[in-house]
């Protein structure tokens, strides 16, 4: 079981961590990765990371901005959000499986339910 929390309203150019907490300790030997959905739009790849915490990637359109980063002592995923933008506003999901290139298109083997991440002009 995946729970992410963390969202909210924040204003453009500000800052939220989401954090995604799951249930198992099995899930520190998994790769994890955050997607997100908005509304009329397909769900889009954000960023993931290996079960080791290292190498990391993220999309274009968030790289500079977003970093993902785990806690294995927490059993928790986390994706810090600054300098954000309207066009962010999206409901953000964490997703987990073996495979780091199969989180990255979106074939993950466990998903979160989703928190909502609003930004305002």
């Known amino acids: 079981q995946l729970q992410a929390s963390g969202g909210g309203l924040v204003q453009a150019g500000g800052s939220l961590r989401l954090s995604c907490v799951a249930s198992?300790?099995?899930?520190?030997?998994?790769?994890m990765g955050w997607f997100r959905q908005a509304p009329g739009k397909e769900r889009e790849y954000v960023a993931a990371?290996?079960?080791?915490?290292?190498?990391?990637y993220h999309a274009n359109s968030v790289r500079g901005r977003f970093t993902i980063s785990r806690d294995h002592a927490k059993n928790t995923l986390y994706l810090h959000m600054k300098s954000l933008k309207p066009e962010d506003t999206a409901v953000y999901y964490c997703?987990?499986?073996?495979?780091?290139?199969?989180?990255?298109?979106?074939?993950?083997?466990?998903w979160g339910q989703g928190t909502q991440v609003t930004v305002s002009s």
């Open positions: 997703a987990a499986g073996d495979r780091i290139d199969s989180i990255m298109s979106g074939r993950a083997d466990y």
């Open positions: 198992e300790r099995a899930f520190s030997s998994y790769g």
């Open positions: 990371i290996t079960w080791r915490g290292s190498p990391t």
